[in-house]
């Protein structure tokens, strides 16, 4: 007599009976637990190089070099996020990284859900040939337009300014276009046959349809191109020049083999967690943005 | 013109079409201003010497004759694919796992999803300084746990010329949570009622995973797929900071060899003729997955929209 469990993989397509159902949820709840299993080990493998740099954070000099490592600090400091941070002009640099980063995310959400709803919601002249163009331009590594796109804001006298870093993204990024599309593609095109026999807009059907179904959607570019925008290194190494325009990865970059933070890995650890900081408090934030569009997201008949 | 594209096309449709391109303005423009035009100055400078203090003086095809003779341009094109053809199925297979497995209502869930998908919200600098350190053989945390658990003697890591490269790629499988997301957007997606009615149709776990699921979430695979392609052959920020190319170019990753020949050495000539190169390999790629797609990639809004 085969088990419940081997039952299924053996009979995939039989039909159930009535009778199956108390058996169905014991099989569940193993299935359920083992999978419990491995998220608490693998949880544990991948938390391991965060809770070290924490760890490190708050240790005192004496404690960092430490074999075995010491996991609890003792005593706790804070001396070096104080150190570390102001040894360095690092609150400039955090001043500028948020200018840059909130200027485009704001440009990525408001023009790539828009040319998104363009590419999968609408039938036109020239769509295909269009997207396959923007297909094209994802393909396309930064680098084989970054020297003449460089070589234009040096002619507009961009350079060592934040506007590089800014104004593109509000003419849309490929991926993120790309992404929604994906996802507004996956809602049944009916959706719209309705709102327009109820005198719908192809901007209302954007606006008040295809936003509100894809919140999960708009959420993640909102958070991806933030957390891009913020963690975006090569951008600000090719145009920033200035110390005092940095961004804090590029600080970063910058000043961690430098002997004031190689020889003080506490202070270098304390500093990179800040720099982290922004990231994981918006995705927090968000968090709750992402089970609201789940709730909202899909048509359940 | 006007009534012949009305008498070809209809009323309807050419509203449509304008409708289309009001919409797509936006990226349009921008295609022409920070992608066409640039690409087009790009082609001509691969073909020469720019130097930037003089101008562009026309040398032919000798930048692309260089590059074939170049030995760190065949090193850092081999770095940069080994990494490539081992991360990337390695890491859609752990992402698409990691998401199947938090889909499930396990006590806790939101806790653990975030746990995963930490990761990937911190990458960049902060985090190839971290793992820098992680790596490191004498007071890194990684060697430390290979000895107290298995007993074994770990390599040096990002200074030996074997062990630089699987570094890279244990350090990119830490991300997978950024693919994972993905893949629980789109499982969250699915339509519960196709579910129910394969499991009246008797369908157990595995079965409904295969015939319902991966279905489903298709083209968001092919989309982690393509992207993941794209980016892993343009690694930089990691490269550079971690290890800027070393030791002995063992780790020179294809862009940081460009970054360095445009913005070190200047070489602006030679460097879009090694970003062409790139963006050919790319698009082979790309193109083979393309192809493929039509067999496995299903999209419910594009039954209707052909």
Redesign the interface.
Known sequence: MATPLSRDFAFPGKPRRAGILARKSTQQAIIKYAALVVIVIGAAVISVPLLWMISTSFKTDQQVYLTPPVWIPNPITLQNFITGLTIQPFGLFFKNTLIITLGSTLGTVLSCTFVAFGFARLRGIGRDFWFIVLLATMMLPGLVTMIPVYLIFKGLGWLNTFKPLIVPSFFGGPWSIFLLRQFFLTHPLELDDAARIDGCGYFGIYWRLMLPLSRPAVAAIAIFSFMGNWNDFMGPLIYLSDQHKFTVPLALSFFQSTPTYTGHLNWLMAVSLVALLPCLLIFFFAQRVFIQGIVFTGVKG | MYKSLLRH?GHT?LV?????????F??????F???A???A??VY?SFTKYEILTPPSWIGAKNYVNLVKDPLFWQSLKVTTVYTFVSLPLGLAGSLA?AV??N????GM?F?R??????A??????????????FNPE?G?IN??LW?LFGIQGPAWLYSKTWVIPAFILMSL?GI?GGM??YL??L??V???IYEAA?????????KFLSVTLPMIS??IF?NL??GI?GS??V??SS??MTAGGPSNASLFY?LY??RN??QYLK?GY??A???V??WI??AF?AISFRSAGGWVY????A??R
Request: proline share 6%; glycine share 8%; aromatic share 24%.
């Open positions: 096309y449709y449509e079409t304008a409708w289309l391109y009001f919409f797509i936006p990226w349009l423009v921008g295609f201003l920070w992608t035009g640039p690409m100055y790009s400078l990691v497995l938090l499930q209502r396990v006590p939101s653990w975030t746990i995963y998908y930490v990761p919200v911190v990458s960049g600098v902060p985090v190839a300084v971290l793992w820098r350190w992680l007071y945390i430390w746990l107290q830490w949570g997301v993905i957007g789109a969250q997606n339509p519960t009622e499991m009246l149709d008797g369908a157990g776990a595995m079965r083209p968001v989309f393509v992207t794209i052959f343009q930089f920020t550079y900071v862009l460009l970054y445009a913005w602006m460097a879009s090694l970003a062409w790139l963006f790319i698009m790309t999209y419910e809004g594009m209707r929209a």
